[in-house]
């Protein structure tokens, strides 16, 4: 085994002629590699302050700081990480758990300081601090530290098809357009209980979504309820804030859905769809729920609109003991939810399923019982110990262009078909209006065509003054009615309806426009008033906003009411109008318009209430 | 002649690693040895009971230093086991080349405690060398030169990057191209031979009585490797053999390691040609919700030190219920390492320490 | 054909009358016994040719109140489906005054296992030659691997008793 000559380890005599392999460290610098995990950088334009990093990280060396200097909004917190690197392992698990990927590691790893505070430390980037950032002309390795490190020296840094997180959402089965514009089946199918588990394990628990919910529903809480299987749990923490969730989880504007952390370079957790899904799967509310009214109080209640607003105030003061009458002036309640959003999308048996939950706690409801007609505004004042006003818009709004008699409105259009009688439509019709309004009558009217002229070619026009990128209506509606094949005329505004020889109508004329806002950001449209295009459609539909109806209010009593200056009805951080006694919430107080932000003021209203009864 | 108490380590130069042997001697003859390990002892099993699933992966590695590549896969593995996580074909291909660069890597990193403890500092200086080219390749492949934090359960972190075959097979042929050098200056030298031959001797019967693994089996001569038997990773889509020797001494084993390293560099050479497209990891659940069923799994690999494995109960939650590592060195190290010191002299403590393979973070854990 | 693990179940179950065995994935048999019978089934399984014992794990149910062995078996043999072979074999024991024979007549090498188990869990091996403490330096009043030993409470009255460096010098 050992038959080498005794000589042959004097082989390695021949490395002394060779080149030392050891880097003459500082003056030959070692360049880490491409991924190396180093000192962090945040990029503090895109983090959100979620705080999912600290929440992963495994040493705790992640912490969320409050900076002061920073605005809460919508999808942001005012919080930003701050490294101990005392404690960092360097795993990189916050880069890969990041959603807006503003967290990354460089290719830094000098610190050399005798202050141990110093290893404590906010991670921004070089663009928020230049500073500290050098060139390579500039860069000294014998200064290095985390205030002089490298310009552009990423890292690990994150990549989608690695994170920690799932970006794509679970499809949500929905009707195929071709079928769902020949009906009004509901469009939207539902998820199944695996396919709502697994969207409900997407969810991070970052609760920015909660914050961006003008009710502060506990959406994490519900989410992690719907992941365990327990959809009974789920329906119990909704109805903490919410006491319409079959409605929400359709119709809701879900700005739970902008904030969502996974949104920034993924799709949002579908928050509505999970609600709706809570609410569906439970058939029998009264014994999942569990709820009971307090005890009685003896005062009496009066609400005024049975819409989002007065349901849910009504809710909360029947728990609270009080004794709630809700009128009406329809034959059943949700207000505009019964009367707005077409079947296809929110159907009466959803509507009627949560309003009979409210009615099984004791709430009593008065249908088909205008204030004003045939009951009078001021007898409840004396009747009642309080008065809660959710009437909100009922009234639509129309351009007033040359020949606007000849045009239908869009609440009238919407509620005739819902709960009255179907309407006769034309076979070219145009919708005037860039909202979601405009959107359900568009393609409401285009279900009524395929209805009554099978086969026949028609078309939906809708002409809006904004353009793609400042449409009110949602996203996910425009991308609909496009499947639906409505056709978009955006950045056109009416001019005049068109009038053939017999008075029938016969277009629409349209003007260029130039600006819809002015500099504050107010609506002051703008034309170029020579630039036209005409439109052929025999039904011209207006959907360009809604106005409240306070017609039932005595002359007396409405002198005494205060507005905003954006029109709205003042009331004090209790809900409590200018008149005593008189609270009010939903579309004819807040501005923006729908139901969760009704139901937010409700909260309001009912806890002010309660303590204006309860003499606090 | 009078029995003396001899202290040997933690704090000797003869001694690799925070681990310390009391002796008893006659002369410079070892009536007795009793292994005396705790000085790394820093309970990272009870650690792994109190952080979730995803944050035990920076903390497994942390367990063996010389080796943390097999920790984090056993850990993988378990889970993988555990939640049902398949794996897909090229992060396998990926695991069983990056497990070879760590078991090369591993190896030397042995051979230079081994050669530095023999006096042979040229050759501990070049193995030292070649392993830091090896680290290098960690470097680029997963951002980080000891704790990789690389096999995720579902694949792999990331894939590789751009000419990483390349240079994989370039540092390779780097270290290839100076076996001969190892060979002369040190496997083939008459001082080694001298110096190991006969020592520390074992024979198979008492090798097996004894719960050896790795170097230690197959040095004498039983051919058993875990690679073979259970296949893990893609070790069943090449060929290669088991180096085995039959004398069962400090020799033979330091031989066994030096033919595996030649073996290893081999089958990452057919590993990289086989290697297929495709994707190289299935993504995990939501860290922050993710629970795995009520169940128990045993994995074990074939670390560069032996069998390792992993018992891992889950009882339903989000954390681990109990980990337990089985390592190679503990029983090297607490039961065969005093059996194989009877009799041996003082001189050859760390010889035959160093050729068990003992690294003492593995025992204590 | 059945494979190595069925075999093996069939086996046991005739050789023995109050033991569970179950095969689960391919090549794992998870056998529950009782303690007394532990040395018996082990000794049986080694004459078997399963002859390495890989591990000694013991995992603290303390809801049921029990500490439960599991001794991880497999075998040296060359012989495929033996080779493949993980013999998991778990007996519970109380969690109060836990004690049962050692294994050591049979595996040799469960010595520093059994050494270890005793010094985390607290559990007495019968006949032992020497259960001194392994790793640990201090002595515990709950064994420090049992689940109610509350590790960040033991942190706090230990170390956090130390004063920091800064603190130190200031007093200076």
Redesign the interface.
């Known amino acids: 085994?050992?038959?080498?000559s005794?000589l042959?380890?004097f082989?390695?005599v021949k490395?002394l002629f060779v080149k030392p392999?050891t880097i003459r460290y500082p003056f030959e610098p070692k360049e880490?590699?491409?991924?190396?995990?180093g000192f962090h950088v945040n990029d503090w334009e895109k983090c959100t302050g979620c705080g999912?990093c600290a929440?992963?990280c495994?040493?705790q060396a992640i912490q969320m700081i409050k900076m002061p200097e920073l605005e809460s909004k919508s999808g942001q917190k005012n919080e930003r990480p701050r490294l101990d690197y005392g404690r960092c392992?360097?795993?990189?698990?916050c880069v890969?758990?990041c959603p807006p990927g503003s967290l990354k590691?460089t290719r830094d790893y000098f610190h050399i300081h005798f202050d141990p505070k110093t290893f404590v430390f906010i991670p921004k980037d070089q663009k928020t601090e230049p500073g500290k950032y050098m060139s390579a002309e500039d860069y000294s390795v014998l200064k290095a530290s985390l205030s002089h490190r490298k310009k552009d020296y990423e890292?690990?840094v994150s990549?989608l098809?690695?994170a920690?997180?799932?970006p794509d959402r679970v499809t949500m089965p929905m009707i195929d357009p071709d079928v769902r514009k020949l009906s009004f089946i509901e469009q939207v199918v539902g998820y199944n209980p695996e396919e709502a588990k697994k969207e409900a394990?997407?969810?991070?628990?970052c609760r920015l979504c909660e914050e961006a919910c003008p009710a502060h529903l506990k959406i994490s809480d519900y989410i992690?309820a719907i992941?365990e299987d327990k959809p009974e749990e789920s329906l119990k923490k909704i109805y903490e804030d919410n006491p319409i969730p079959s409605i929400c989880g359709r119709v809701c504007m879900a700005y739970c859905e902008q904030a969502c952390s996974l949104s920034i370079r993924g799709e949002a957790l579908s928050v509505r769809w999970l609600k709706r899904y809570a609410a569906d799967t439970i058939k029998d509310f009264i014994t999942a729920l569990e709820l009971k009214p307090g005890t009685s109080t003896g005062k009496k209640i009066a609400v005024i609109g049975a819409g989002p607003g007065g349901l849910s105030v009504a809710y909360f003061l029947r728990l609270k003991g009080h004794e709630v009458n809700v009128y009406d002036a329809l034959p059943g309640g949700g207000g505009t939810m019964r009367t707005g959003p077409p079947v296809y999308r929110l159907p009466l048996e959803s509507i009627d399923k949560d309003v009979n939950y409210i009615r099984s706690l004791g709430v009593e409801f008065i249908f088909n019982t205008r204030i004003g007609k045939d009951v009078f505004f001021e007898d409840l004042l004396k009747e009642y110990d309080a008065v809660f006003l959710g009437t909100g818009n009922t009234k639509s709004r129309s351009t007033k262009v040359k020949n606007y008699e000849k045009c239908e409105l869009a609440f009238d259009f919407l509620s005739d078909n819902k709960i009255g009688k179907q309407r006769k439509v034309g076979k070219e019709i145009i919708v005037i209006g860039g909202g979601n309004v405009a959107l359900d009558v568009a393609r409401e009217a285009l279900r009524l065509q395929n209805i009554q002229y099978p086969g026949e070619n028609i078309a939906v026009k809708t002409v809006s003054l904004e353009d793609w990128h400042e449409m009110p209506a949602t996203k996910e509606e425009i991308e609909e009615a496009k499947e639906e094949k409505i056709q978009f005329n955006p950045a056109w505004g009416p001019k005049e309806v068109v009038l053939d020889n017999d008075g029938n109508v016969k277009g629409l004329l349209c003007k260029k426009v130039k600006s819809v806002f002015d500099k504050e950001g107010r609506f002051a449209p703008t034309f170029y008033e020579e630039n036209e295009m005409f439109l052929e459609g025999d039904m011209i539909i207006e959907a360009v906003g809604q106005a409240p109806d306070f017609s039932f209010i005595p002359e007396n009593l409405f002198e005494k009411l205060e507005f905003t200056e954006r029109k709205k009805v003042k009331v004090d951080e209790k809900g409590m109008t200018s008149i005593r006694k008189v609270f009010a919430g939903g579309d004819i107080v807040n501005v923006n318009l729908d139901a969760v932000t009704a139901i937010a003021d409700a909260k309001v209203a009912s806890v002010g209430i309660d303590a204006f009864l309860s003499g606090k | 002649m009078r029995e003396l108490e001899l202290y040997f380590g933690p704090q000797h130069l003869g001694m690799v690693g925070n681990f310390s042997i009391t002796l008893n001697v006659e002369g410079d003859r070892i009536v007795k040895a009793t292994a005396n390990p705790g000085f790394l002892h820093r309970g990272f099993e009870k650690l792994m009971e109190q952080r979730t699933w995803i944050q035990n992966f920076p903390l497994v590695c942390r367990i063996n230093v010389v080796e943390p590549d097999h920790m984090e896969l056993m850990y993988a593995m378990a889970v993988e086991k555990l939640a049902g996580i398949e794996v897909p074909e090229r992060a396998r291909f990926i695991r069983s080349i990056y497990l070879e660069l760590a078991r090369i890597g591993s190896h030397l990193f042995g051979l230079w405690a081994y050669a530095n403890m023999l006096g042979f500092d040229t050759v501990a200086n070049w193995a030292m060398y070649h392993r830091d080219l090896v680290l290098d390749l960690f470097e680029e492949l997963t951002g980080g030169r000891v704790y990789h934090i690389y096999i995720w359960p579902g694949g792999v972190r990331r894939d590789f990057p751009e000419g990483f075959k390349d240079r994989i097979i370039n540092t390779l042929h780097t270290i290839g191209s100076c076996v001969p050098d190892y060979d002369n200056t040190f496997f083939n030298n008459r001082v080694f031979y001298k110096r190991a031959k006969n020592i520390g001797k074992i024979t198979c019967e008492e090798a097996k009585r004894m719960g050896a693994v790795g170097q230690v089996l197959r040095a004498t001569g039983m051919k058993q490797d875990i690679r073979k038997t259970e296949p893990y990773a893609a070790y069943d889509q090449v060929d290669w053999e088991i180096p085995v020797r039959t004398d069962g001494d400090a020799y033979s084993r330091i031989w066994v390691v030096r033919d595996e390293m030649i073996e290893s560099v081999h089958m990452i050479f057919k590993l990289l040609d086989k290697m297929p497209e495709g994707e190289v990891y299935n993504k995990i659940p939501n860290p922050f919700k993710w629970k795995i069923p009520d169940k128990d799994a045993y994995v074990r690999c074939e670390s560069s030190r032996g069998e390792l494995g992993l018992y891992l109960v889950s009882n339903g939650g989000d954390k681990p219920y109990r980990a337990h590592f089985r390592t190679p060195s503990y029983n090297h190290g607490l039961t065969i390492l005093e059996k194989a010191l009877e009799n041996e002299s003082i001189a050859d403590v760390g010889n035959i320490m160093i050729s068990l393979y003992i690294t003492a973070p593995e025992i204590d854990r | 054909m059945k494979n190595t693990g069925q075999l093996l179940k069939e086996k046991l179950l005739l050789s023995f009358e109050d033991i569970q065995a179950e095969v689960s994935d391919e090549h794992r048999l998870t056998v529950n016994c009782r303690k007394d019978t532990v040395i018996t089934v082990l000794s049986f399984l080694n004459n078997s040719g399963y002859d390495h014992l890989a591990l000694i794990s013991c995992v603290d149910w303390i809801k049921d109140n029990v500490l439960e062995l599991v001794y991880i078996l497999t075998a040296y043999a060359e012989d495929k489906g033996k080779a493949k072979m993980n013999i998991l074999v778990k007996t519970r024991i109380t969690r109060e005054k836990p004690g049962l024979h050692t294994v050591i007549p049979v595996f040799e090498n469960a010595e520093p296992y059994e050494r270890e188990l005793h010094e985390l869990y607290g559990i007495h091996f019968m006949g032992h030659p020497r259960l001194t403490p392994l790793f640990l330096e201090r002595e515990y009043k709950i064994p420090p691997f049992r689940k109610d030993f509350d590790t960040r409470k033991y942190v706090q009255e230990v170390f956090d008793q130390i004063p920091f460096v800064e603190d130190k010098k200031a007093e200076k």
């Open positions: 085994m050992t038959g080498n005794i042959s380890p082989n390695a490395y392999k880490p590699a491409q991924r190396y995990r999912n929440d992963i495994p040493n392992c360097f795993c990189g698990l890969d758990i590691l890292g690990f990549d098809k690695f920690l997180f799932e394990s997407r969810c991070l628990e992690q992941y």
